[in-house]
C-alpha cells in the first residue's frame, strides 16, 4: 500500500473548516486519531475518502500549512461591530458552480450575438435617487403594486419575482444546497444571497435553505446590486446597516421596490395602538403582497418605530414565519425544483445548445449537476424543450 504523509494541522483545519464535528469523523475514519498523532499515515485512497468528506481539495492536504481562503468576490456580510464572516467550503463551492454557469452563458450570448443588457450598471449608487431607481426596477421586471395585487399570496408574490427576473435576462438561481447535495444544506446565517454582475449574464443567487420571507427582500437587494454593477455576497436583512454604505443603499432601493414609502404613508392606520400593531403589519403586508418583515422595515423607514422597537419586533415576526415555513415544507417536484435551482433561462440555453451539438454532454451534466440522461431530458422537458 501506497502511504502519504500529512501534517496533523491540515488535518484539523480540513475538519473544522468543513463545519463536521470531530466525533462523526472518528466513526467514519477509525484511525484518524492516530493520522493527527502522527503514529499512523492514511493511504491515498484514504485521503482522497476524507477529502471528500470534508469538502476539501485534496492537494490542500500536501501543503506545508493551511492555505488563507478567500472570497473570489467583494464580501458585504460584516455586521456593525463584527469580525470577517464565515467562509465553509458550501459557499465557496456554491460561489464556484454558479461563476462557471455564468462564464457558459456569457459565452453562448456572445455566440447568439445578443446585445448587452442596458440595465446593468445604469445608475451610480449613493449618487442616484432611491425613489427612481426603484421605480426604474419595477417598470424593467414589469412587478408593480397592481399587478401584485390580483394575487392571492405574497409567495405567489415571490413565485412572479422570480420569473420576471428571468424573463428579462437575468439569471436567478435558488437553491438551499450545494448544487444537487441534499447533505450539503446551505446556512442562511452565513450569507443570504449574492450578485455576479455582468452585462451579458447577470447572475443572483438565492439562499433557499432561508425563509420565502427573506427570500423576498433578498432578491429585490441583489437586482439593486446588478443595477450598479456591483458583484457581491450579502447578508441581505430588512435591516439599515451603517457601516456599508452600499449595502445600507441597497436595502433601500429594495425597501421602496417592494413597498413604495408614499404608498405605505397612505394606507398606514396612523391611530392604531401599539398593541395592534401585529394586525396593521399583516394587513399591509396583504395589501402589497409582501412579507411582514419587509411591511416592519417600512413602518420604521416612516418613523413609527424605534430602532430598538423594530429589531424587537422584527426578531419577534421572524420566529413566526420560519414555524409557519417549517410547518409547510415539502419535497416538491425534484425536476421542477432543478429548473428553479439552475434557473430555467439558463437550463433551456444549455439543453438546447447540448442538443445541437454544441455543447458537450459531459459539461452539460457538470453544469446542471446531474449524472443521468434520463434526468437531463426530464430536465429539458420541465423548461419547455423537446428532448
Avoid at 58 to 77: M, N, S
Avoid at 106 to 132: Q, T
Avoid at 306 to 335: C, H, M, P, R
Avoid at 340 to 360: D, I, K, N, Q, Y
Amino acid at each position: 500500500m501506497n502511504y502519504v504523509a500529512v501534517k496533523p494541522t491540515l488535518l484539523h483545519w480540513a475538519q473544522k473548516r468543513s463545519g463536521q464535528s470531530v466525533q462523526n469523523l472518528y466513526k467514519k475514519f477509525p484511525k484518524l486519531k492516530l493520522w493527527e498523532t502522527g503514529e499512523a499515515k492514511p493511504t491515498l485512497k484514504q485521503l482522497e475518502k476524507f477529502a471528500k468528506t470534508v469538502h476539501t481539495p485534496i492537494g490542500y492536504l500536501f501543503l506545508d500549512k493551511p492555505p488563507v481562503e478567500r472570497i473570489p468576490i467583494p464580501d458585504f456580510r460584516k455586521m456593525p461591530n463584527m469580525g470577517q464572516m464565515n467562509l465553509s467550503p458550501d459557499l465557496l463551492d456554491t460561489l464556484y458552480i454558479c461563476q462557471r454557469r455564468q462564464d457558459w452563458y456569457r459565452d453562448y450570448m456572445r455566440s447568439m450575438k445578443e446585445e448587452s443588457l442596458d440595465f446593468i450598471g445604469s445608475v451610480r449608487p449613493l449618487a442616484s435617487n432611491i425613489i427612481k431607481t426603484a421605480e426604474n426596477i419595477r417598470k424593467v421586471l414589469n412587478f408593480s403594486i397592481e399587478k401584485r395585487n390580483e394575487l392571492t399570496t405574497w409567495t405567489s408574490a415571490l413565485r412572479l419575482f422570480i420569473e420576471q427576473a428571468n424573463s428579462v435576462g437575468i439569471l436567478v438561481m435558488v437553491n438551499g444546497i450545494v448544487g444537487n447535495n441534499t447533505h450539503r444544506k446551505l446556512n442562511p446565517k452565513e450569507f443570504r444571497g449574492f450578485a455576479l454582475s455582468d452585462s451579458l449574464a447577470p447572475l443572483i443567487f438565492i439562499n433557499g435553505a432561508d425563509t420565502k420571507a427573506a427570500q423576498m427582500f433578498t432578491i429585490a437587494h441583489e437586482l439593486a446590486h446588478l443595477w450598479i454593477n456591483q458583484t457581491g455576497v450579502s447578508d441581505a436583512q430588512a435591516l439599515i446597516i451603517p457601516d456599508h454604505e452600499i449595502e445600507s443603499w441597497c436595502n433601500k432601493v429594495a425597501a421602496e421596490l417592494l413597498v413604495p414609502l408614499n404608498l405605505i404613508r397612505q394606507l398606514y392606520g396612523n391611530t392604531i395602538k401599539k398593541l395592534d400593531l401585529s394586525d396593521e403589519v399583516q394587513r399591509l403586508a396583504k395589501h402589497f403582497k409582501v412579507s411582514s418583515l419587509v411591511i416592519l422595515r417600512r413602518i420604521y423607514d416612516m418613523k413609527k418605530l424605534t430602532a430598538k422597537e423594530f429589531s424587537k419586533q422584527y426578531e419577534i415576526e421572524l420566529k413566526k414565519l420560519k414555524v409557519i415555513q417549517k410547518k409547510n415544507k415539502g419535497g416538491g417536484d425534484f425536476f421542477l425544483t432543478l429548473g428553479v435551482r439552475v434557473s430555467p433561462r439558463f437550463t433551456r440555453a444549455l439543453v438546447s445548445h447540448t442538443l445541437e451539438g454544441h455543447t458537450s454532454f459531459r459539461e452539460s451534466f457538470q453544469l446542471l449537476g446531474i449524472k443521468k440522461m434520463s434526468t437531463f431530458k426530464k430536465a429539458g422537458k420541465s423548461v419547455g424543450v423537446k428532448v
